[in-house]
């Protein structure tokens, strides 16, 4: 690893500290180096807040070294006026000349401009160290505006003999294949992501909560599909206490609380791309999809994913709802106790 290449790595390490906080806003880290060491770093903390170019250089105690010194950012700077003033701008006023940046921003508004904005005010600008980690860091924001959808994630737990459910449920509850580790993480996958979506068939049988109870964060938007309104007024999805989607053929009017959004949609159609529309329309960059079995070999069938979380417990079910039939190159896998994690990218 390079010099630039190590200071955009530390960018990059930066950057996640806001993830999950930051929407729509990308995550961006930011280093400012002098003589070959950081005298100022920082990170973009959530949206309306100063970006990471600023919280940088505000962390630097002797301004005099900024004409001096090099910036890296993982990601452009800005070149509009959003909630915060350009970046590329206070660059230029700061008369930093050397500016190294992971890659180009996707937005519209940005794509190039804050480069030939610093370029033409005599910066000299360094493009496309660790391009690919930096892409990867904002996998949601560049699948968004680039793909026009959000990124969707598939995830479930399966027991050792491939069934995500028993047969027989008892209570009106999610029956845990995994942990109490695997549990807390994914409450942490939630607090990370827009949005986590389950099928009318696992609302009504586990009254799922969906919310990020276990870890510290926001809330994901809820999305349910109830093509007909079956799911209980009084079931946890409908509480107010979270934004929820209901995906419906139906009239409308006919429950209507806070946080309760109604989109209707044609279930004769190709479902997954109706519902990847409805996320952009809202906004939403990402998507966890938690099931059930239908709804994820629905999203698998047309090869509309890119990423798979999958766990596999300890117990066996013999029978029950079967696992979705997947396959996909396995990006990394974990143990967490006796619970097994494999992670899926769809390249």
């Given amino acids: 690893m390079n010099i630039h290449e190590n200071y955009i790595n530390r960018c990059i390490q930066l950057a996640k500290n806001g993830q999950g906080a930051t929407y729509p806003n990308p995550l961006v880290g930011s280093v400012i180096v002098h003589k070959n060491k950081i005298i100022g770093e920082g990170w973009h903390h959530k949206a309306g807040a100063p970006h990471a170019e600023v919280n940088a250089i505000n962390s630097v105690k002797d301004t005099s070294l900024l004409k001096k010194a090099t910036i890296y950012v993982s990601l452009e700077p800005c070149s509009h006026f959003g909630k915060?003033?350009?970046?590329?701008?206070?660059?230029?006023?700061?008369?930093?000349?050397?500016?190294?940046?992971?890659?180009?921003?996707?937005?519209?508004?940005?794509?190039?401009?804050?480069?030939?904005?610093?370029?033409?005010?005599?910066?000299?600008v360094t493009v496309g160290v660790l391009e690919k980690?930096?892409?990867?860091?904002?996998?949601?924001?560049?699948?968004?505006?680039?793909?026009?959808?959000?990124?969707i994630i598939l995830k479930w737990a399966q027991s050792l003999d491939g069934f995500?459910?028993?047969?027989?449920?008892?209570?009106r509850e999610p029956v845990w294949i995994s942990n109490r580790y695997s549990k807390q993480l994914v409450h942490k996958w939630r607090s990370e992501e827009q949005a986590i979506m389950v099928g009318t068939k696992t609302a009504v049988a586990d009254n799922p909560q969906l919310n990020t109870r276990l870890w510290k964060g926001n809330n994901p938007v809820r999305v349910v599909i109830d093509k007909n309104l079956k799911i209980s007024q009084d079931s946890a999805l409908f509480d107010g206490s979270t934004k929820t989607l209901v995906l419906t053929e139906k009239s409308t009017g006919m429950y209507a609380k806070n946080n309760l959004v109604f989109e209707?949609?044609?279930?004769?159609?190709?479902?997954?791309?109706?519902?990847?529309q409805v996320l952009y329309r809202h906004n939403l960059q990402s998507v966890i999809i938690e099931g059930g079995a239908h709804t994820l070999q629905s999203f698998i069938d047309i090869n509309l994913w890119d990423e798979a979380r999958i766990f596999t417990g300890i117990s066996n079910f013999h029978k029950g709802v079967k696992a979705p039939l997947f396959s996909g190159k396995?990006?990394?896998?974990?143990?967490?106790?006796?619970?097994?994690?494999k992670i899926y990218k769809n390249d």
Avoid: W
Wanted: overall charge neutral.
């Fill in 84 to 124: 915060t003033p350009p970046c590329s701008d206070l660059i230029i006023a700061k008369e930093i000349k050397k500016v190294v940046i992971g890659c180009v921003d996707p937005f519209a508004e940005v794509a190039g401009r804050g480069i030939k904005k610093l370029m033409e005010a005599g910066c000299e």
């Fill in 133 to 151: 980690e930096c892409q990867d860091l904002n996998k949601r924001f560049f699948t968004f505006h680039q793909k026009k959808r959000a990124y």
């Fill in 164 to 171: 995500i459910a028993p047969a027989f449920q008892e209570k």
């Fill in 264 to 276: 209707t949609i044609d279930f004769r159609e190709n479902l997954p791309s109706q519902i990847c």
């Fill in 330 to 341: 396995i990006q990394s896998t974990t143990s967490l106790e006796l619970d097994n994690l």
